[in-house]
């Protein structure tokens, strides 16, 4: 198969995934930027925001814990999902047409690996909360001072600086991702980084391990504590 | 099969140690060091964060395990 037109190609989808990119990072900036300037406004004026139930402690004192997980939880992946199929249709027809089975690939890729999360998820959290009642059998589980609710957690909160340093690494991280997407020479992408790891099954399996385990950890676990009834 | 000069691939590494040893220092309790969760606490207040948060893990997952596979879609 002749390589030449497939670089091409591939370099072009590199140089178009640019937008999203940076789109993305500037979201996630936007997002932290405006989280950390409600957690620094002055107690007596903040406002906190209000949560839906089911979305913080007080939907676990109305509902049991569970069903508030399961609320927040589906909530959090519908949402996401959702958002996920607006990015891709609008970066396909606004951006680039990058290949007949884009949007398919996206919209069944995605769902499929949301199948294949939600009972992994749910064995380790019951493998979590098997683990928790032998570690602490009376039942009043330590709760870590970043899993408390908002209006308890801004007590907590640490120096700016520390939250900017993460920032900017992460400026870093999407800057050298950029200069690689936009085809300087020597740059690898971080795809071609985890194409160089997925080259062997093991590898593969830790990525994807290690990928479950962060959405766990995200978007399972420190919810289970806020809302344990 | 390595397409580019070694000095890529270890810049990569540097930072995903530097993002490490940061969360290393939250994670031992040096004060001031807000560790990752706390960073994604801040950006999951509200559900739209939230969204974009999950958004972002999803095709992560996607696009490095699922995609230019067509297992599904194979006619």
Do not use: C, K, N
């Amino acid at each position: 198969m002749p390589m030449g037109p497939l670089t091409v190609l591939a370099a072009s989808a590199d140089r178009q995934a640019l937008v999203p990119m940076a789109a993305g990072y500037l979201f996630l900036m936007s997002a932290l930027a405006l989280g950390l300037r409600l957690l620094y406004r002055p107690r007596a004026t903040q406002a906190e925001p209000r949560q839906s139930p089911g979305s913080g402690p007080a939907g676990s004192r109305r509902g049991s814990g569970r069903a508030a997980l399961a609320r927040h939880v589906t909530g959090t992946f519908v949402g996401g999902y959702l958002l996920l199929m607006a990015v891709v249709v609008a970066y396909y027809y606004a951006v680039a047409r990058v290949g007949p089975g884009f949007l398919q690939s996206a919209i069944t890729g995605t769902a499929l690996l949301i199948g294949l999360a939600v009972p992994v998820f749910a064995a380790a959290s019951w493998l979590a909360g098997r683990l928790r009642r032998r570690g602490h059998p009376a039942g009043h589980p330590p709760v870590p001072g970043d899993l408390l609710p908002p209006g308890q957690a801004s007590t907590a909160r640490r120096p700016l600086i520390g939250y900017l340093i993460w920032a900017v690494l992460f400026g870093v991280l999407f800057a050298w991702e950029g200069l690689a997407l936009a085809r300087v020479t020597g740059v690898p992408s971080l795809s071609d980084v985890v194409r160089v790891i997925m080259r062997y099954p093991v590898g593969r399996w830790a990525l994807f391990a290690l990928w479950l385990w962060a959405g766990w950890q995200v978007f399972i676990r420190r919810w289970q504590f806020l809302l344990r009834a | 099969m390595a397409r580019y000069p070694l000095i890529g691939y270890l810049a990569w590494a540097v930072l995903f140690a530097a993002l490490a040893a940061w969360e290393g220092l939250a994670l031992a309790g040096v004060t001031g060091v807000p560790a990752l969760r706390d960073v994604f606490r801040v950006i999951m207040r509200y559900p739209v964060g939230r969204w974009a948060l999950f958004a972002l893990w999803l095709w992560a997952g996607w696009h490095f395990f699922i995609r230019g596979w067509h297992f599904l879609l194979r006619a």
